[in-house]
């Protein structure tokens, strides 16, 4: 009896292990791939907004936003492949009464599991808070705040060649020039391809404290130093992106200096 | 012969059946096990607890002022009738299902030990084989049962005191209510094969370490194992030939275009395992010593 058991046993861990082999030999391990999110993400999307507009009294059709995603896990150095709460996922679409921001989409943030499911959670700033107000006047579950969707794991891998460029930023809230008179800012890289590159041009009032270049990688922080020390009794400090790579503030930053 | 016996009188044609099947049969030893079964009070007491525990939990979660979205469908479930069977569903496939069914198929072998009844069975005119196929179907027959009353009891309760509302789907679309009554028994069907196939590893459990306690226990937590096996990431290979896989396989009916891959393979996963469990246990009744005791 003992014997039947362990060739039972036997045969089912070489069943699992020539599967293994077969899963692993005709590629990707897991099911969640980036291909498959950027298609399924924009189609979920569509049809939540619909659901939203309507909610509103607003007449869109799910066709008319060209809804497109760009997905990434955890960073440029992690494998867009395989669940976890890491995935960021950029998308852009076309409603007339809701522009876009000038780097062209909003960043959203999904959660997806093993089983082919992902909850998303929108930019509030695009698709509004946990609560809105529907067209009677009554508040409502924003149906676009967080949303679930599912894909077929044997779905279309190829990828979708959607790309959209970083968003640089800068982030220090204020300058500080330190003792030696050096000064610095935080500067971060946003989620998107190919990173961030382009030059900064810091003015002070009318003198202009000089030009910093910078590079980045995607989801990635940097320092920038000033060329020049900030004047004595200089209040602020304005920062001109010109991004060569990735997209940046279209508007000049103004940053306050805090006096040591 | 047929010819005969249908000019036989009937009282004549079942003594000569009897005759002709001298070994009594499948049929009588199916009866005598759900003869059994209908005299115990757990199992009349799963059949209750499957009709009735629907009804307090729908009521809970309809009373909730913040619905449960960690869960799929979650979200829906404080507003939405068919949203609400779905998150049941989804939690009833984490564990409740496979113990539902095991509390019959992990005991209906090791009672016969735990008795020291398997000489007194074996010894009646029927053979192991009878015996084996005889509790084997009166446990399936049980897990169809229960599994058809939780879902009649869920989606009954949660379409009268929640509604029957168009239900949002798994693509965001928007489902009608007649679809989506379909849609929502349809996916607690596709349940049917991997509850069977806990059922079978109930009964080869039950049969090996002849013990009710480990038959009914052992499919319960090897379900939770597997549920968290599949929900790691990195070993995503084995995900598709674990047993519970199976019972998420009815996600891709609520999205669009709506997809089956996972509810074939889940058939044939489910199909996989209960033949190799009754294989099994098969394998160990045909070969077991019962002079012993």
Redesign the interface.
């Known amino acids: 009896m003992r014997r039947t058991i362990l060739i039972v046993l036997a045969a089912l861990i070489a069943v699992i292990g020539l599967a293994s082999v077969v899963t692993a030999t005709t590629g990707g391990s897991s099911s969640v791939t980036r291909a498959r999110l950027e298609k399924s993400l924009p189609v979920v999307f569509a049809n939540t907004y619909v659901n939203q507009a309507n909610l509103v009294g607003r007449n869109v059709t799910a066709a008319s936003l060209h809804a497109k995603a760009m997905c990434d896990k955890h960073g440029p150095d992690v494998a867009d492949i395989g669940p976890g709460g890491d995935w960021n996922c950029l998308m852009s679409w076309t409603d007339p009464q809701v522009p876009m921001p000038p780097e062209g989409y909003g960043k959203f943030e999904l959660n997806v599991h093993s089983n082919d499911c992902f909850t998303a959670s929108g930019p509030s700033k695009l698709t509004g808070f946990l609560t809105i107000t529907d067209k009677h006047g009554k508040p409502v579950t924003n149906p676009l705040f967080e949303f679930d969707g599912c894909f077929d794991p044997h779905s279309d891998n190829a990828a979708t060649g959607v790309y959209f460029p970083s968003l640089f930023a800068i982030t220090s809230p204020n300058v500080t020039p330190t003792a030696q008179g050096r000064t610095t800012v935080k500067v971060n890289c946003g989620t998107g391809s190919q990173g961030c590159a382009g030059t900064v041009t810091a003015t002070a009032g009318r003198v202009n404290l000089g030009t910093m270049p910078y590079k980045l990688k995607e989801e990635a922080t940097g320092t920038l130093q000033l060329p020049k020390p900030v004047p004595a009794g200089a209040k602020e400090v304005t920062f001109e992106v010109k991004p060569s790579t990735g997209a940046g503030p279209t508007s000049p930053a103004t940053i306050p200096v805090q006096p040591r | 012969m047929t010819a005969v016996q249908t000019h036989m009188d009937p009282a004549v044609r079942e003594s000569t059946v009897a005759v002709e099947r001298r070994r009594g049969g499948l049929g009588a030893a199916l009866r005598f096990e759900v003869r059994k079964l209908r005299a115990q009070y757990r199992g009349w007491a799963v059949l209750a607890g499957a009709v009735l525990a629907p009804i307090p939990i729908v009521v809970i979660i309809n009373g909730q002022s913040r619905p449960p ?1 960690d869960t ?2 979650g ?1 829906f479930a404080t507003d939405n009738g068919f949203a609400l069977t779905l998150l049941i569903l989804g939690f009833a496939t984490q564990w409740v299902l496979p113990l539902l069914t095991a509390i019959v198929a992990g005991d209906i072998f090791a009672s016969e030990d735990q008795h020291g009844t398997w000489k007194t069975v074996l010894t009646r005119s029927t053979s192991r084989a009878q015996i084996f196929w005889a509790k084997t179907l009166t446990a399936c027959g049980f897990a169809v049962l229960v599994l058809t009353l939780l879902a009649a009891s869920t989606i009954a309760s949660s379409l009268l005191i929640v509604g029957h509302q168009p239900l ?1 789907g ?5 489902i009608g209510a007649g679809t989506a009554l379909q849609l929502v028994t349809a996916s607690w069907a596709t349940t049917l094969a991997p509850t069977l196939g806990f059922t079978c590893l109930a009964i080869v459990l039950s049969v ?1 370490f002849r013990n009710p306690a480990v038959g009914i226990a052992t499919p319960v937590v090897l379900g939770m194992v597997m549920v968290l096996i ?5 070993i ?6 674990l047993l519970t ?1 199976s019972f ?1 396989a009815w ?2 009916l ?3 275009p709506r ?1 089956t ?2 509810l074939v393979e889940g058939l044939l996963v489910s199909a ?1 395992w209960s033949v ?1 469990s009754l ?2 246990a098969f ?2 009744v045909r ?2 010593d019962i002079t012993g005791g």
């Not at chain 2, 798994?170 to 928007?174: C, E, F, I, P």
Request: charged share 20%.
């Open positions: 979205k799929l469908f979200r949002t798994l693509s965001g679309q928007t090996w599949g929900g790691l990431g990195g995503e290979i084995i995900r598709p030939l896989t998420e996600h891709g609520f999205t669009q997809f891959g996972p996989a190799l294989g099994a394998a160990i070969r077991r």
